[in-house]
């Protein structure tokens, strides 16, 4: 699953990726991550077969809620939340932060309420959406244009240095966050667009076999999520140097970034990561 766990056998590691941004507007989360009410009652609020295909660690340090408070925040210290999309291991966090605007695609919104197929009812979780009152949703008209991406949009109440960048596949409302960094230069939360940092390789793009079947398995729109890739990579080739991709479970992405270990909690004292296996922008792993 993960590329780098020695052995089929052996449990492989990936991650939630949320990121904390401090604006004028207070704090922002890109995504949740798993709850503390999931971690609490993981039966009554994830289905069955989740539980059983991906066996989470219910560690309630890693929640964002426990890391934020590592770092000295409370709950009402986060005003708004901007989801790539409603699956349970992104949003399964929203209750725990019940005064944040949360923002999200329209359509989004719509086919996670539709509940239309079994693996929906499975991977959308209304148990999670005590929040729901508080949502922001955004159409597909309008928008304005990023890096060769259309109907982009900058959420209300925030500043134009995020947005929400449609990528939809994974599912039919699924978006990239992007989000301009002091320095200048981008970071793309590519969500689940992909979910193995070699999906970007410019020269010869790879993904291992358990998560070329999980996205397979999980893919509400085929054609879209492979085009949405090819253009992630084109957009790698041709702005690297300006845009920094990440996507939501790869954990040498993770590590790169945060310069943390993949287990350890923002604010714990620990030893810097390596950023194992990754490769700059332009490069291979």
């Not at 966050?177 to 020269?203: I, K």
């Amino acid at each position: 699953m993960d590329g780098r766990t020695p052995g089929v056998l052996t449990r492989g590691h990936l991650c939630c990726h949320c990121l904390l941004l401090e604006t004028e507007q207070g704090l922002v989360l890109v995504d949740t991550g798993l709850g503390l009410r999931d971690v609490a009652h993981p039966r009554a609020r994830l289905s069955g077969f989740f539980l059983a295909l991906l066996s989470p660690e219910w560690r309630e340090e890693m929640t964002a809620a426990r890391q934020l408070a590592q770092l000295g925040y409370q709950p009402r210290d986060v005003r708004h939340i901007v989801l790539t999309h409603l699956d349970f291991d992104h949003a399964g966090g929203l209750d725990d932060f019940p005064q944040a605007t949360v923002h999200l695609l329209r359509q989004e919104r719509d086919a996670a309420a539709a509940q239309a197929t079994w693996l929906d009812r499975q991977r959308f979780r209304p148990q999670q959406w005590g929040t729901r009152a508080n949502w922001r949703v955004y159409g597909a008209a309008g928008g304005e244009r990023w890096f060769g991406f259309d109907g982009v949009r900058q959420p209300e109440g925030l500043p134009p240095e995020v947005l929400l960048v449609p990528l939809p596949g994974h599912t039919l409302g699924h978006a990239g966050v992007a989000v301009r960094r002091d320095d200048g230069h981008w970071l793309l939360q590519a969500g689940d667009a992909y979910f193995h940092h070699r999906e970007m390789d410019l020269e010869r793009p790879w993904c291992t076999p358990g998560l070329r079947m999980y996205q397979a398995l999980m893919e509400k729109d085929r054609r879209a999520r492979l085009d949405n890739q090819a253009r992630l990579r084109e957009l790698r080739r041709a702005h690297g140097h300006e845009v920094e991709l990440v996507c939501g479970h790869d954990p040498v992405e993770f590590e790169h970034v945060s310069g943390r270990p993949l287990g350890a909690p923002a604010g714990a004292a620990q030893e810097p990561a390596r950023g194992r296996g990754f490769a700059p922008a332009g490069g291979r792993a």
